[in-house]
Nanobody, 116 residues
Framework: QVQLVESGGGLVQPGGSLRLSCVAS????????MGWYRQAPGKQRELVAT???????NYADSVKGRFTISRDNAKNTVYLQMNSLKPEDTAVYYC??????????WGQGTQVTVSS
């Protein structure tokens, strides 16, 4: 079992930046992929970025060049640095990890609102 706690959401103006954090606890040794997803009102949850154990990253086309996913293994934490934020980035952002049995774990979500 893996538990996830996210932080860092909030209200930011267009063009601004935020950094989301997700701390994992429990069976962290079993994690093979860490990532972020988001869900806007009335829309399906979508992938934002993933980071595999070996370091390979994957980004949604809509965030490439603006968002960066990274991790601190010593702190069991994955980050999402979001720059040049746009109103269409407004959503609830969820941390996700996949373990070696391909079981998904989800955080509680953190709201990101981009508005002037």
């Amino acid at each position: 079992q893996v538990q996830l706690v996210e932080s860092g959401g909030g209200l930011v103006q267009p063009g601004g930046s935020l950094r989301l954090s997700c701390v994992a606890s429990g069976s962290v040794f079993s994690i093979i992929v860490m990532g972020w997803y988001r869900q806007a009102p009335g829309k399906q949850r979508e992938l934002v970025a993933t980071l595999a154990r070996g370091g390979k990253t994957n980004y949604a086309d809509s965030v490439k060049g603006r968002f960066t996913i990274s991790r601190d293994n010593a702190k069991n934490t994955v980050y999402l640095q979001m720059n040049s934020l746009k109103p269409e980035d407004t959503a609830v952002y969820y941390c996700n990890v996949v373990d070696g049995t391909f079981t998904d774990y989800w955080g509680q979500g953190t709201q990101v609102t981009v508005s002037s």
